[in-house]
């Protein structure tokens, strides 16, 4: 089962910033918060990812909750080219090289850029 | 260009010839893993590898099998392919997350295969 859950679908009027929430209740201190996205059937896409400090890149920022159960993606200024589907998932990190990684993806938000 | 390769893009076969779907990333990427995407079930994990010779199971294993010989090169391999198999395939890779560097998934442009 995915470690994450998010809204199915999403509307969002073109030039608004749109807000993608994610709940990743039962994260562990070592695990990552990554977003991709993914247009029409083409390979996903990543975003941004941060730990627990709040991130900013040229595509989106990313607010994650003190107790890092849920997070925001916030892209500031939706184009019709955000039209996509928005994946949250967590990822650990080890300091020791093991077999376990497996990263597991949800459904994902579906975002429609409205003109 | 930094970039993870697949071939073919497209495949259509019958049930039970076998077929390989390469994957091939030229980053030096340690993690390589194969996704199926189907229809509202977002992307399913089938196999994963932390580096060569090691390889171990996601989520939807069953009647696929995997090699990792080469740091470059992880083929997806379907001995008997058979029509529930029909799918969106994704290749991935990223360095591993434990080191320093980021490690963001780089995704390859899918293989659509279809087993009738």
């Known amino acids: 089962d995915a470690k994450t859950t998010q809204p199915t679908s999403m509307d969002c009027a073109e030039g608004r910033a749109a807000n993608l929430p994610c709940n990743h209740s039962?994260?562990?201190?070592?695990?990552?918060v990554y977003w991709y996205r993914q247009i029409h059937s083409q390979g996903p896409q990543y975003i941004i990812h941060?730990?627990?400090n709040n991130e900013t890149n040229e595509m989106a920022s990313l607010i994650i909750t003190e107790d890092r159960k849920s997070s925001t993606l916030i892209l500031p200024h939706a184009t019709l080219r955000d039209t996509a589907v928005y994946y949250c998932i967590v990822r650990v990190a080890s300091l020791v090289k093991t077999s376990y990684d497996k990263v597991i993806f949800g459904p994902g938000t579906s975002l429609s850029v409205i003109p | 260009e930094a970039q993870v390769t697949q071939n073919p893009r497209y495949l259509i076969t019958v049930t039970g010839k076998k077929l390989t779907v390469t994957c091939s990333q030229n980053m030096n990427h340690e993690y390589m893993s194969w996704y199926r995407q189907d229809p509202g079930l977002g992307l399913r994990q089938i196999y994963y590898s932390m580096n060569v010779e090691v390889t171990d199971k996601g989520d939807v294993p069953e009647g696929y099998k995997v090699s990792r010989k080469e740091k470059r090169n992880f083929p997806l391999i379907l001995e008997s392919p058979s029509p529930n198999q029909t799918s969106l395939y994704f290749c991935?890779?990223?360095?591993?997350?434990?080191?320093?560097?980021?490690?963001?998934?780089?995704f390859g442009n899918g293989t659509r295969l279809t087993v009738t």
């Open positions: 039962t994260i562990s201190g070592n695990e990552y």
């Open positions: 991935a890779s990223s360095f591993f997350l434990g080191s320093s560097r980021d490690s963001p998934l780089h």
């Open positions: 941060g730990l627990k």
